[in-house]
T-cell receptor, first 110, second 117 residues
Framework: QKEVEQNSGPLSVPEGAIASLNCTYS??????FFWYRQYSGKSPELIMS????GDKEDGRFTAQLNKASQYVSLLIRDSQPSDSATYLC??????????FGKGTMLLVSP | GAVVSQHPSRVICKSGTSVKIECRSL??????MFWYRQFPKQSLMLMAT?????????EQGVEKDKFLINHASLTLSTLTVTSAHPEDSSFYIC?????????????FGPGTRLTVL
């Protein structure tokens, strides 16, 4: 059974701080890794994708992947109240289906 | 970025009726589309994988005769909830995989909120 584990939170950070979201996965065959943001009552929105070990930066977001440790993380710099949402980690083998974690709720206080 | 639309965004129907939900990839071709369901405060649950021109693959526990999926073109998949009942009330979300991309990136539609009275 493929599993993706995330801390459900909520993770509370003050505005301007760095939010760190973590995810571990069980399937060593996983090749693609994604972070989605989901606001309450809305569908998931793709934030970041990462495919190789190391860091990938896009604006205020940095995804980090460590395949040896089966660990992927998302850093959000200069957190804003509008970043308050549930963040879903998802992994996939090639040409397979996404396996989602249950999500981490992030609350950014003004 | 890739855009996926869904229609309708919200539907209210009487018990026993059928409801059709459309999912379209607007600026890319999608050989594969996916249908998810999400109940309040719960995780996304994959219902089925839809491949253009072939039968959908349903996840365990999902009734294929109740949730009819058709993927007739590279840009359109439909989900029909037949003889809907109140327990089918949920948030239905489709996603599509861009056939031209070498990655497995899935782009989600905005979702359809179904309420069965």
């Amino acid at each position: 059974q493929k599993e993706v584990e995330q801390n459900s939170g909520p993770l509370s950070v003050p505005e301007g701080a760095i939010a760190s979201l973590n995810c571990t996965y069980s399937d060593r065959g996983s090749q693609s890794f994604f972070w989605y943001r989901q606001y309450s009552g809305k569908s998931p929105e793709l934030i970041m994708s990462i495919y190789s070990n190391g860091d990938k930066e896009d604006g205020r977001f940095t995804a980090q992947l460590n395949k040896a440790s089966q660990y992927v993380s998302l850093l959000i710099r200069d957190s804003q109240p509008s970043d308050s949402a549930t963040y879903l980690c998802a992994v996939i083998e090639r040409y397979s289906t996404l396996t989602f974690g249950k999500g981490t709720m992030l609350l950014v206080s003004p | 970025g890739a855009v996926v639309s869904q229609h309708p965004s919200r539907v209210i129907c009487k018990s026993g009726t059928s409801v059709k939900i459309e999912c379209r990839s607007l600026d890319f071709q999608a050989t594969t589309m996916f249908w998810y369901r999400q109940f309040p405060k719960q995780s996304l649950m994959l219902m089925a994988t839809s491949n253009e021109g072939s039968k959908a693959t349903y996840e365990q526990g999902v009734e294929k005769d109740k949730f009819l999926i058709n993927h007739a073109s590279l840009t359109l998949s439909t989900l029909t909830v037949t003889s809907a009942h109140p327990e089918d009330s949920s948030f239905y979300i489709c996603s599509a995989r861009d056939s031209s991309e070498r990655t497995d990136t899935q782009y989600f539609g905005p979702g359809t909120r179904l309420t069965v009275l």
